[in-house]
């Protein structure tokens, strides 16, 4: 799945470059073990920008399928909700823009087993925006009911709550790359041409 998103990727950049996006990304996994919470993955958070793309296409496809896969080794209890809060919480200062939209696009085929309900993480990463409706969250998961056995726990609905919560959307992780991800990233272009409401009206 890791090499799947990677080797598709251009799919979900094609809008970025087709509208001349300004946009940084970064990666980070679902392992929040020791120290590991939050942690920016492989120095992504300098190569993945607008920048490089423009400097040299070939270079950032490459360092973004190469940061994907993170591989399989880290804790059994996979906690993406806890990893998005955790990574906000540390980059907000000198990562996070004001009037940019916050895009998290979760990629996991487990449940998440953060200790907080989607909506009080919610709440803390949109302590870091004037407007939360800036804040919107996509996930790619393994859409079957929940269920548990040991440290496997499958499922995908609280992945799907902070979608619902921000207006994001939800696809299998069982569907073809490509079109999920060309989906996923023209829905996420397409922000730059909406304004927000801080309120509802």
Do not use: C
Request: charge should be negative; glycine fraction near 6%.
């Amino acid at each position: 799945e890791q090499k799947a998103l990677g080797d598709n990727f251009e799919a979900f950049i094609k809008e970025f470059v087709e509208k001349d996006i300004d946009f940084q990304m970064a990666v980070t996994t679902t392992d929040t073990s020791r120290n590991n919470a939050g942690k920016e993955y492989k120095d992504s958070i300098k190569k993945l920008t607008s920048e490089k793309l423009k400097a040299n296409k070939n270079r950032f496809m490459k360092d973004f399928a190469e940061m994907v896969k993170v591989g399989t080794r880290g804790s059994g209890y996979e906690k993406g909700i806890k990893a998005s809060e955790v990574f906000t919480n540390r980059f907000q200062n000198k990562w996070l823009r004001d009037d940019a939209y916050y895009a998290i696009v979760y990629v996991s085929d487990e449940e998440d087993q953060s200790e907080k309900d989607p909506e009080d993480h919610l709440k803390q990463i949109a302590k870091w925006k004037d407007n939360a409706g800036l804040i919107k969250a996509y996930s790619i998961v393994d859409m079957v009911p929940s269920s548990k056995r040991g440290a496997i726990t499958r499922g995908y609905e609280r992945y799907n709550s902070m979608s619902v919560l921000t207006g994001g959307s939800v696809a299998s992780i069982k569907s073809d790359f490509y079109d999920t991800l060309l989906q996923m990233g023209e829905e996420i272009s397409e922000l730059t041409e909406r304004f927000p409401l801080s309120e509802t009206p």
